[in-house]
């Protein structure tokens, strides 16, 4: 009687005589021999089973064939159902990987490169950062004077001051058109180059700036403050990246000796090698649709880590320990097997928090679901506003400075931005000494007209979603405890890389075993069919 495939098992963790390994077990049975010694579907996992097949050890077949019983039994036994679950997770893992692996290795590439961007910026550009100290330092509107000098027309729209009297001062500003000159009017957007948005903790003292009135300069900044930059450079504390650009315009930044008065070094973060990093990380230099591809990369790399732990999960403690070790003296199938499934188990649930806090700047809807989620308001408390005053100048940003400093000394830094129209307050962001994270900001907010200090919000007295939205960043980009969290971030980022290259090898020695497995089961048949 022909050969009939009654039952194709894989019997996870027998290791008897006749299979190999646990997972070789392709049963080729005649009707007649499985007839003759009742065997039956459920007799396959019955004690006995091993002793029958030793009887017949030309049942087992090529290794590594996936099946399931297709005749005879009352029903799958448990262990068959979740060999078909095994193997259903193991298709997804497989496909999903094969659709997004390439974004996925670009991803983390330059999420590598780009946790340690600040320390490799002042390490490679000292003398941008950092100046030395000599006397007292010069006001603001000097700074911004000698700045209009070199750069006819610029309008600044934002002033970082540093608590450490070693650092330079930076005046982010939109560059005059050509035969503008110098021009009496700027805009008045808040927030910072991405490349720049993250402050390092500095020790020092605040180094306090000689205040004057500056009105003359600041004149420049009151004209058009509802004006706001839309080119890429708008974005809020913390939120680096905001929207795709169109191009590579947009506002430069100036680095200043607040000492000398001098003129450092004009700085576009769109030229350099991060911001090139930061758009493939991004929306891998695509605009809009890169930013689509990005983010739905994402979300599949969630599915992806979620089946891969899965897969992982281990049945004896004997798997277990196999699982969480690499067997270094192993051949290099096996060594590329343990890269793939131990180190994939150790960085899983960092990749996994890198790629869910990720998703706030690719989908607009996860933003509004952390919100419903802590049952938030995206826009917080209503910030105090200005009591106009008819025929009175605006503050300096030399004044608005000493207020917020006196109201919150010791800063690490003081971002300093204009007033949006006549009725709005004087906005000074400033990052605490005992900040939790460098999103923990704190507000102070400045009546422009009577020079005193509305309200002072620290981060503690955000509402919940602003709170747990501000620390996506400092999660994604490994800060959250300084340099010992980035190291980890930067070695499971390029772990990260090396995942889908050691899984497709692995996939690829899965199709070269099959299809040994299928020329030999040719082979073999017309032997089978003439007996």
């Given at each position: 009687?022909p050969r009939q495939r009654i ?151 934002g002033i970082r001051l540093y ?261 709005a307050a004087f906005v000074v ?103």
């Amino acid at each position: 009687m022909p050969r009939q495939r009654i039952a194709l098992v894989r019997c996870c963790g027998i290791r008897e005589e006749g299979i190999k390994t646990p997972y070789r077990n392709m049963l080729l049975i005649k009707r007649a021999q499985a007839s003759a010694c009742a065997f039956s579907f459920l007799d396959c996992f019955s004690p006995v089973f091993p002793d029958w097949l030793k009887k017949f050890p030309d049942c087992v077949s090529a290794p590594g064939r996936k099946a399931v019983i297709l005749q005879a039994g009352p029903g799958l036994p448990d262990m068959i159902k979740k060999q078909t679950m095994k193997v259903f997770f193991r298709s997804i893992h497989l496909y999903l990987s094969l659709a997004a692996g390439l974004v996925i290795m670009v991803t983390c590439f330059t999420g590598a490169v780009l946790v340690f961007e600040e320390e490799l910026n002042h390490a490679f550009n000292h003398d941008r950062y950092y100046v030395k100290p000599a006397g007292e330092k010069l006001p603001v509107s000097t700074l911004i004077a000698n700045l209009e000098a070199k750069q006819p027309g610029a309008k600044v729209s934002g002033i970082r001051l540093y608590g450490d009297p070693e650092r330079s001062v930076e005046l982010t500003f939109t560059p005059g058109k050509k035969g503008e000159g110098r021009k009496k009017d700027g805009g008045a957007a808040t927030g910072e180059k991405a490349g720049d948005a993250v402050a390092t903790p500095l020790k020092g003292d605040t180094g306090a700036v000689n205040a004057q009135n500056g009105d003359a300069a600041v004149a420049a900044l009151q004209a058009k403050g509802k004006k706001a930059e839309k080119n890429g450079q708008e974005k809020t504390a913390g939120d680096k990246g905001g929207k795709a650009p169109a191009g590579k315009g947009g506002g430069k930044k100036a680095f200043m000796n607040p000492y000398t008065g001098e003129l450092i070094e004009v700085y576009v973060y769109q030229d350099t090698f991060f911001y090139t990093m930061f758009a493939l990380h991004r929306w891998m230099l695509g605009g809009a649709v890169g930013k689509v591809i990005v983010g739905v990369s994402t979300l599949v790399f969630l599915f992806i880590l979620l089946t891969g732990i899965i897969l992982w999960w281990p049945k004896t403690k004997n798997i277990l320990i196999q699982r969480v070790k690499v067997k270094w003296t192993a051949g290099w199938k096996r060594l590329n097997h343990d890269l793939h499934i131990v180190l994939g188990f150790y960085t899983a649930i960092f990749l996994f928090i890198f790629a869910f806090t990720g998703l706030a700047w690719s989908f607009e809807w996860f933003n509004n679901g952390i919100y419903k989620v802590t049952g938030s308001d995206p826009k917080g408390t209503p910030p105090p506003s200005s009591q106009y005053t008819e025929n009175t100048p605006r503050i300096s940003f030399d004044s608005a400075y000493q207020l917020a400093a006196t109201a919150a000394p010791g800063a690490y830094y003081y971002n300093l931005s204009a007033p949006k129209d006549s009725a709005a307050a004087f906005v000074v962001n400033l990052l605490p000494a005992d900040a939790a994270h460098e999103s923990a900001t704190t507000n102070v907010f400045i009546d422009q007209y009577a020079a005193k200090v509305l309200k002072v919000q620290p981060f503690s007295e955000r509402n919940l979603g602003q709170r747990v939205r501000s620390s996506f960043k400092p999660i994604h980009v490994s800060s959250i405890y300084g340099i010992p969290s980035k190291i980890i971030g930067f070695i499971v980022c390029l772990l990260g890389v090396t995942f889908p290259v050691t899984g497709i090898i692995m996939w690829i020695q899965r199709l070269k075993k099959k299809a040994k497995a299928r020329k030999n089961r040719e082979k073999r048949e017309p032997v089978e069919m003439a007996a």
